[in-house]
């Protein structure tokens, strides 16, 4: 019962350097999250996939790509990492309608950039 | 545009004594709305949800909240607080009515739970 698998669980990058955040769920679940978290101002919402090849921007896309890979993989993509970018990013998944039962959600990637 | 405001961004109470979070929401459907716990540097847990069957909801570990159309809130209640309970908790609201709806997340407020 793994849920929603988030890697890698902390990373530091100098300005400039790209990365991807992996996440992947084996819930069978349509749609998946990418959220960031910062101090007073809870989660926003930066991409997310309504269902396997569809990719939509959030709230916060900017600095940001992302992959639906396939139904279970979601990866986040830093092209060139900038400072603003240091957060906690946590991806999440639902099944096709997240209001009647909300989000499983990964346990989190913390991100420095320097 | 639906949208949820937490009203208090630290809440400490003492342990044994009751628990109130409260929750302010703005949509222009019949909502879904949701608490969810974030213990120190883990990830997100579901406490409980209303979608529009009973307007008291109850959640895990003692909590629940109660729907109130009339005054748009949905605070979150405990009677009795314990240690463990300290944590941040977020208020979230979902987009839309029906089909798919992203869930619209509140600042959080982080409660303490003093001996």
């Known amino acids: 019962n793994a849920g929603v698998t988030q890697t890698p669980k902390f990373q530091v990058l100098k300005t400039g350097q790209s990365m991807t955040l992996q996440c992947a769920q084996d819930?069978?679940?349509?749609?998946m999250y990418w959220y960031r978290q910062d101090p007073g101002m809870g989660l926003r919402l930066i991409y997310y996939s309504a269902s396997e090849g569809t990719t939509d921007k959030g709230e916060v896309p900017n600095g940001y790509n992302v992959s639906r890979l396939n139904k279970r993989e979601f990866s986040l993509r830093l092209e060139s990492a900038a400072p603003s970018q240091t957060s906690v990013y946590f991806c999440a998944s639902s099944e096709r309608a997240p209001g009647h039962n909300g989000y499983t959600f990964g346990s989190g990637t913390r991100l420095t950039v320097v | 545009a639906q949208s949820v405001t937490q009203l208090d961004s630290h809440v400490s109470v003492s342990e044994g004594t009751p628990v109130l979070l409260r929750c302010n929401y703005s949509?222009?459907?019949?909502?879904?709305l949701f608490w969810y716990v974030q213990h120190p540097n883990k990830g997100l847990q579901l406490l409980l949800k209303y979608t529009s069957a009973a307007t008291l909801v109850k959640g895990i570990n003692g909590f629940e909240a109660e729907f109130k159309k009339s005054e748009t809130s949905f605070h979150l209640t405990k009677p009795s607080a314990h240690m463990s309970d300290a944590a941040e908790y977020f208020c979230v609201v979902s987009e839309g009515p029906g089909g798919y709806n992203k869930l619209i997340f509140g600042a959080g407020t982080r409660l303490a739970v003093h001996p």
């Open positions: 819930m069978n679940h349509n749609s």
């Open positions: 949509s222009s459907y019949s909502p879904s």
